[in-house]
Structure formats: structure tokens, C-alpha cells
């Protein structure tokens, strides 16, 4: 289990109610899109099994992510696919606006063989795909 904490203002039962529904934001219009908890849910339902908020207004919230169980110890721990022979030969646009997520994301993409071409919004990423000289074979919002 990964605990991650914050100490901000929380959220009310009826925030918490629709965290992860996907375009459901408390912030003004322009100011942000909603989907980054909803593609977080999936990616842990998917992949991790479970996840659960703990948040009350002015507490802070904590999110709880649960991790199958490994035989593999953090120490032999290795970023791979599933299939250690799968690697990729296509051309893919990363279209990520927190600067240190695409720094992150974009060198693994490139260690297993692809071409990538970063955005930091979906404008600038529609306007790098228009005028790319190759096919983009994939496009990725935040891995």
C-alpha cells in the first residue's frame, strides 16, 4: 500500500462523492479539465486492484493506493512490460501539461523505441500532430 498525504483544505462528503467521475473539476471554468482522477482510477483499478480517499474539510485528504502482492522483492525491482521482448517502433505524441511528468514519461517511451514528440497541452499537442512530417501512431495523456 502507497499512502500519499496532503495537508490542503480537504473535500466535503459531496466532492468526495464524484472525485473520480471523469470532467468533474471545483475548479473555474479554463482553469482545468477533471480528468486526471478519473485516468488515475482506471489506471489503479486496471493494474493496482484498489483505492481509497480518506478527506474531511480542512484535513487534508489521503489517497491509498493497494498493490497486488509480489514475489519479487523492490531491490530486484526493474521497469519492464510483461513481455520483456515487447518493444515499440511507432511514433507517439505525449501530451502532458506538468512539465516533470513528460520528463519522466518520455525517456521510458524512448528506452523501449519510440519516437516521441511532447506537448504541454492539448492545443500545442494538436498543433505539433498537424504539423508533423510522420504518422503519429499514439497518443498519450500522462501515462
Known amino acids: 500500500m502507497l499512502a500519499i498525504a496532503d495537508t490542503g483544505t480537504g473535500m466535503t462528503p459531496e466532492v468526495k462523492a464524484h472525485l473520480f467521475e471523469p470532467f468533474f473539476t471545483t475548479k473555474p471554468p479554463g482553469k482545468g479539465t477533471g480528468l486526471g482522477l478519473a485516468t488515475c482510477f482506471g489506471i ?18 489521503t489517497f491509498k493506493l493497494y498493490f497486488p502482492r509480489s514475489r519479487t522483492s ?8 510483461r513481455d520483456p521482448g515487447c518493444r515499440g517502433n511507432r511514433n507517439g ?17 524512448r528506452e523501449r523505441g519510440y519516437t516521441v514528440i511532447e506537448a504541454g497541452n492539448g492545443e500545442e499537442g ?5 504539423a508533423a512530417s510522420w504518422k503519429i501512431d499514439l497518443v498519450s495523456p500522462t501515462l
Do not use: C, F, M, N
Open 44 to 61: 489503479v483499478k486496471q493494474k493496482l486492484r484498489h483505492i481509497e480517499v480518506e478527506s474531511e474539510p480542512g484535513k487534508g485528504t
Open 74 to 81: 523492490w531491490a530486484d525491482y526493474r521497469w519492464q512490460s
Open 93 to 109: 505524441a505525449l501530451v502532458e501539461d506538468e512539465t516533470i511528468v513528460r520528463e519522466l514519461a518520455a525517456p521510458q517511451l
Open 126 to 130: 494538436l498543433g505539433i500532430a498537424t
